[in-house]
């Protein structure tokens, strides 16, 4: 098994309730064979988007995914259809079993709705669900079965055409410690075989596990400026929506505008702020990236600080009542 | 494809008995207007083709001898030749001799008697024997009347000697076979008036105030007055049609809509979606078929209670199921449309997503 995964400068941008938002903004990553890559962060940071762009059911807006050679932004159509069959095995959250089937149906369905004869398929679902330890399980359905064993079945499921990559979202998010230990060490011993696994989680037990991880969020703004001046001319922009976030600024004098920048280009003003009165202080709190533009409305003069002096500011407001 | 159609089937069990149970009922109703209508259409048959005569020569401008009352001079039979043989049709009344007797309305047909015995030895003859006097009948076993039985047709008391089968006109009016004689004194009282003359070959110049049609012209005319009637039930077979489509329908897209999570999972894994197409739409045509074997077993149940005569075509065994298995795949388009539409791209959003 020869797999290597390389992403490069990925960007994906789709439109919600009317204005453009990128989950992903000029992502890059690499996987050798045998490596079990961890993507770390909270939800909606885009670790299910860049899964799915890894998984081919995704196009991403712009940027590469080479596995093993092939471009698969580049494949349409029934050939990532095939790229989907052929080298990808998907863990989804929550299991996604098909509930009218057993488990070694569900395990062999990839199979027999490719053509696969019935024996062979269900065959191959056996000697998978005896590797996850549920071969006497197979009959089954999956309401008749615990989370853990629904998701070992759905890990089966993943593995039934020996895939070279293998996407798991959330893998334990559902899952008691014990089912999840059994999980965990069923990705290392599939690592161990030679697969690229990529796993999604926000769950941090995971990465001692990992050969790479990747943080998905920025970190909140960890920025030791304690003030800057800053002076703005009027119709010269402070950020832009979807900048990283670093700083908050206070107005001293003039006003600012806070637009939304819209799918189409255009721009909507949402509010205007004046002096006394903070931007940009949400972002850079909690790690998001700029939620709007900021744009001078008059000439202004603004004062920047840090995420900790920031914080020491509003610690001694609270203090001082 | 089969065992993902199959076991789905399996897990929704009571709903798919339900509805195959209500859309059996509802083609059973569809086999029974179809053996109604063919009844019908077949009716008048059974009595022309009986009576051993190529051509009927009648009133001008009389529609035919079963729906219209005209009548030929009997010295029109002399004119036509040999072989021309008069006859009297009519509307009676047939009383039984009960403890509360009622009326049943008849359709007299009086023959000479060697026409009289032919015709009933052509294969009409459920029990009993051909009448031989004036005072014996035979009659259509839908009016439910036994061999031997005393009875009063019009004023006249008769014996029934024989019963015989598919001899019913205008929807279900059972025929009286009788003497000619008998049938002019009940009809007319009076054996000058005969309504028409049947010749084995049509004659090259039919006498004055005549016209010649052939017997299938003959049952063809009954037809007429229940020309509304068909369209009618053509009519209610249509909207049966419509019924069975929405019932298919609605629970194959039911099962689609259900089901969405579960293609986009497929359709995630690689799985073509002509392949989960395939398998909805057989989820339908298995929907359709149950439902005609149902219905095939209900109408066999229900046919013998039905108050009218249900005759069903052969081809209808055949039709009846390929047209529901058409239907519920035209009904079904909207539940393939979700599964076509399942993005795999929703395989990773979490349950209830």
Redesign the interface.
């Known amino acids: 098994m020869n797999a290597s995964l390389n992403v490069t400068d990925l960007v994906v941008e789709y439109v919600s309730n009317g204005y453009a938002v990128r989950p992903i903004d000029g992502r890059s990553l690499q996987a050798n064979e045998g490596e079990l890559v961890i993507l770390l962060g909270p939800s909606g940071c885009g670790k299910?988007t860049l899964?799915?762009c890894l998984?081919g059911?995704?196009r991403p807006t712009s940027g590469s995914i080479v596995v093993n050679g092939t471009d698969v932004t580049a494949l349409s159509g029934?050939q990532l259809?095939?790229?989907?069959?052929?080298t990808?095995g998907?863990v989804?959250?929550?299991f996604?079993l098909?509930?009218?089937?057993s488990a070694r149906?569900n395990v062999a369905?990839?199979l027999?709705?490719?053509g696969v004869s019935?024996r062979d398929a269900l065959a191959r679902a056996d000697v998978l669900l005896e590797r996850v330890g549920l071969a006497e399980r197979g009959h089954h359905r999956p309401a008749q079965m615990s989370g853990g064993q629904q998701q070992r079945v759905a890990v089966a499921?993943g593995l039934i055409r020996d895939p070279r990559l293998l996407l798991a979202?959330e893998p334990t998010a559902n899952l008691d410690y014990i089912s999840a230990e059994t999980v965990i060490r069923l990705l290392r011993e599939l690592r161990d075989e030679g697969r690229v696994i990529v796993v999604s989680t926000h769950d941090a037990r995971l990465v001692p596990i990992a050969d790479r991880v990747i943080e998905m969020a920025a970190e909140p703004g960890a920025s030791d400026v304690d003030e800057l001046a800053v002076h703005l001319e009027a119709g010269q922009t402070l950020f832009s929506q979807g900048d990283h976030s670093e700083l908050v600024y206070m107005i001293r004098s003039g006003e600012v505008d806070i637009i939304r920048v819209l799918a189409d280009g255009s721009e909507e003003r949402l509010n205007t702020f004046g002096a006394g009165q903070y931007v940009g202080e949400l972002g850079p709190l909690l790690g998001f990236p700029r939620g709007a533009t900021v744009r001078a409305r008059t000439d202004a003069d603004l004062t920047a600080f840090g995420v900790r002096q920031f914080r020491r500011i509003m610690q001694d407001r609270s203090r001082r009542g | 494809?089969w065992?993902?159609t199959w076991?789905?089937l399996?897990?929704?069990k009571l709903r798919v008995l339900v509805v195959v149970i209500l859309a059996g009922i509802i083609m059973s109703l569809l086999f029974l207007m179809t053996g109604l209508v063919n009844q019908f259409n077949h009716e008048p048959y059974g009595i022309t083709q009986a009576i051993p005569a190529q051509q009927w020569v009648l009133q001008e401008g009389t529609r035919g001898p079963f729906t219209s009352g005209g009548v030929i001079p009997p010295s029109a039979v002399g004119e036509l030749g040999d072989t021309a043989r008069p006859v009297a049709i009519g509307r009676g009344g047939l009383t039984r001799e009960t403890a509360s007797p009622k009326p049943i309305e008849v359709m007299i047909v009086g023959l000479p008697s060697d026409l009289l015995s032919n015709t009933v030895g052509r294969g009409i003859l459920a029990k009993g024997r051909a009448p031989q006097g004036t005072d014996e009948i035979t009659i259509d076993q839908r009016a439910n009347v036994s061999v031997g039985e005393a009875v009063r047709l019009g004023g006249a008391q008769m014996t029934v000697v024989g019963v015989t089968k598919d001899t019913t006109v205008l929807a279900g009016v059972p025929i009286v076979l009788t003497d000619l004689g008998t049938a002019q004194d009940q009809l007319f009282s009076s054996r000058e008036v005969i309504t028409a003359a049947v010749v084995d070959t049509a004659p090259a110049m039919p006498p004055a105030g005549t016209i010649v049609r052939t017997g299938d012209q003959i049952a063809a005319n009954t037809l007429v007055p229940l020309k509304n009637a068909i369209k009618t039930i053509d009519f209610v077979r249509g909207l049966l049609w419509v019924v069975t489509a929405v019932i298919i329908g609605a629970v194959v897209f039911l099962s689609a809509l259900e089901r969405q999570?579960?293609f986009a999972?497929?359709?995630?894994?690689?799985?073509?979606r002509r392949?989960?197409l395939v398998?909805v739409a057989l989820q339908a045509v298995l929907i359709a078929i149950l439902g005609a074997v149902a219905a095939m077993g209900l109408q066999a149940l229900i046919a013998p209670r039905f108050p009218m005569p249900v005759r069903m075509p052969p081809s209808a065994f055949l039709t009846i199921p390929l047209g529901a298995v058409v239907v519920a795949l035209v009904a079904g388009a909207f539940g393939l449309r979700k599964v076509a539409g399942a993005d795999?791209?929703t395989?990773?959003?979490?349950?209830g997503a």
């Open positions: 299910t899964l799915s998984g059911i995704l029934a259809e095939a790229y989907r069959r052929e990808v998907f989804f959250q929550a996604n098909v509930p009218s089937l149906e369905v990839p027999l709705l490719n019935r499921r979202d | 494809m065992l993902l076991r789905d399996q897990y929704r999570r579960d999972i497929l359709r995630a894994m690689g799985t073509p392949s989960l398998a795999p791209a395989a990773f959003l979490g349950p």
